[in-house]
């Protein structure tokens, strides 16, 4: 993936907003900050300075310390704890030269202090540092938020999972809790239980999506998405404690794990936690080669397990007491969607619920027209370092980042072949005008209503189905995902869109649809078994033939309904045919 080309200075002034009730000293630092390298706000009280934060993204607040109602300090408090913006740096400004005064307000909030008088190349040098270093924290932010929003789509191509990365974050977490452990490794916990998996980025679909056991062959390649996720999140400093947790998240407590047979102790604890509650989990959930374990059952092969030393006894002992006192906190997979449902997980990375376009929020001020989309401004999506560009080079799914202006900063290969584009054509451009989408039906949107602009004006995650158009006039019948990079509408700095085709998917129900009329209307008994040869469904032309009602049959398998006309090699030789061959016909 080609990195994407960087705005020159001059076109992305750094946003610098400067608080005084002085006009006289903000005129004079106004000055100094003439540069075409800064682009300056004022504001000549705390109240319209909280409001201007809110509604606006900022580099650098300049704030003086002492105002006539909300004071520097507490404007500087409010920031972080209100508005929650951490990230934002704050220089406080102040005559006063005592320590007490700046130890004040860096417990208040501020990151760095300038005292009276001060020159004119000192201000811009702090301010040039602090700002540099906030847009190098963003773009951090940026590459954190793609490999999480990545990892949802790895676990969106395998749809038997369900939301199985969302469940084990929320359980990994709830344990670690139990357990007594900190703040920072139940972050890690549920972290891990997003990231532990991205690996299988790398998998074949063929091996992925096998509706069935994999063979040897095919377990050795599975295997190595514990090693790919290592080392696709080992470049980013801030997910390095995840590395080892990933990598060893399949290791057995007696040696028998993958990919480097540790045995006790040597595995990491976090990684034994979460080994846990990823075994429950893959229990509870329905497969289509194998079906959902109850509590009960679940509970007697995790205590095989620790008798066969496959599993940290201590641990084990202190999950079996964790899920009697708090079970039913637990994010268990009952009652998921039996076909895929590729973005429901990505929305809960992102903190909120996303919404439709008729739950959202109208923008403010009324439906804007289409040239509020205009100016380029925003931030440029940042490149992946090294190798790990790979992960979007690699997805199925489509990604473009735009700015907050609606300015394409970056299309991935999966988009490009999408919509038969080259990514150069794309990056640059308006998004409205570069792609024609209407909604599912084809009729076109109104601005207002469009998902992409209700993202990018609302800063909430927006989800929807629609139209888009190739270069070519080729209409794609795609799921989209719409999720701002921020945090909420206090500090847009543009969003994701993440979308696919979903024509085999509207085929695939097409069909559906039409099986299952053919299942009711037909004159000839019909029923359904699972991989287990039980029943699990039958048609009203199977209750008129047989006499048994469908409560009766159910669960059952077909030996139900066996007569003494055969004798065992016969159903043994029948159902070697249909597992063979996946049909049998004659006469029983």
């Avoid at 033939?545 to 030789?573: C, M, W």
């Amino acid at each position: 993936m080609k990195a994407t080309k960087e705005i020159p200075e001059r076109e992305a002034p750094y946003r610098v907003l400067l608080v005084d009730d002085e006009p006289g000293q903000r005129y004079l630092q106004r000055e100094i900050l003439s540069s075409s390298a800064f682009e300056v706000h004022e504001s000549g009280d705390g109240r319209s300075a909280l409001r201007l934060v809110e509604e606006t993204e900022f580099d650098v607040v300049i704030l003086d310390k002492r105002m006539p109602g909300l004071d520097g300090d507490e404007v500087c408090r409010r920031i972080r704890e209100k508005l929650r913006l951490r990230l934002l740096p704050i220089i406080m400004i102040s005559g006063a030269a005592g320590s007490e005064e700046l130890v004040l307000s860096l417990e208040a909030g501020a990151t760095d202090f300038l005292r009276k008088p001060f020159s004119p190349a000192e201000l811009i040098a702090r301010v040039t540092v602090a700002a540099n270093h906030k847009r190098l924290l963003d773009q951090l932010e940026h590459v954190e938020s793609l490999y999480f929003a990545v990892a949802r789509m790895v676990e969106a191509r395998d749809w038997h999972t369900g939301q199985h990365c969302t469940r084990l974050a929320h359980n990994s977490a709830l344990f670690g809790r139990f357990l007594g452990l900190g703040t920072d490794a139940c972050r890690l916990l549920h972290n891990l239980g997003t990231l532990h998996d991205i690996g299988k980025i790398a998998i074949p679909d063929r091996i992925l999506l096998k509706e069935g056991a994999l063979n040897r062959a095919e377990e050795r390649i599975m295997e190595q998405h514990t090693l790919i996720g290592a080392d696709l999140c080992s470049g980013i400093r801030s997910l390095k404690p995840l590395v080892p947790l990933i990598r060893h998240h399949h290791e057995r407590w007696d040696g028998s794990g993958y990919p480097d047979g540790r045995a006790g102790e040597e595995i990491p604890y976090l990684s034994r936690i979460f080994q846990l509650l990823d075994i429950y989990d893959a229990l509870a959930s329905d497969r289509p080669y194998k079906r959902a374990l109850p509590h009960d059952e679940i509970l007697a092969h995790l205590e095989d397990e620790r008798r066969a030393g496959r599993l940290d006894p201590g641990l084990t002992e202190r999950f079996f007491d964790f899920l009697h006192h708090h079970g039913a906190e637990l994010m268990l997979p009952a009652g998921e969607p039996a076909m895929p449902d590729d973005f429901s997980i990505i929305k809960s990375f992102y903190g909120e619920e996303s919404v439709g376009p008729e739950a959202a929020p109208p923008p403010a001020g009324g439906e804007a027209a289409d040239g509020d989309l205009g100016g380029h401004t925003g931030t440029v999506w940042p490149a992946l370092p090294g190798h790990h560009s790979s992960i979007l080079e690699a997805t199925a799914i489509a990604v473009l980042a735009l700015d907050h202006d609606g300015r394409i900063t970056y299309a991935n290969p999966a988009c490009c072949r999408l919509l038969e584009y080259g990514q150069q054509e794309l990056v640059g451009t308006l998004f409205h005008q570069a792609i024609r989408h209407t909604d599912i039906d084809g009729l076109e949107h109104p601005l207002a209503r469009c998902p992409v602009r209700l993202c990018l004006v609302t800063g909430r995650p927006v989800e929807d189905e629609a139209l888009f158009f190739t270069r070519r006039g080729k209409e794609i019948p795609v799921e989209l995902y719409c999720s701002p990079l921020g945090t909420g509408r206090r500090d847009r700095r543009g969003i994701v869109v993440a979308f696919h085709d979903i024509s085999e998917k509207q085929r695939m129900e097409a069909r559906q649809r039409l099986a299952a009329a053919v299942f009711d209307s037909t004159h000839e008994g019909v029923m359904v078994t699972d991989a287990r040869g039980r029943i699990v469904e039958v048609n009203d032309a199977f209750t008129r033939i047989t006499g048994y009602a469908k409560n009766e049959v159910l669960g059952k398998t077909p030996a139900i309904l066996r007569s003494e006309q055969h004798d065992a090699d016969f159903y043994r030789e029948m159902w070697k045919t249909i597992e063979e061959t996946g049909r049998w016909q004659g006469e029983v």
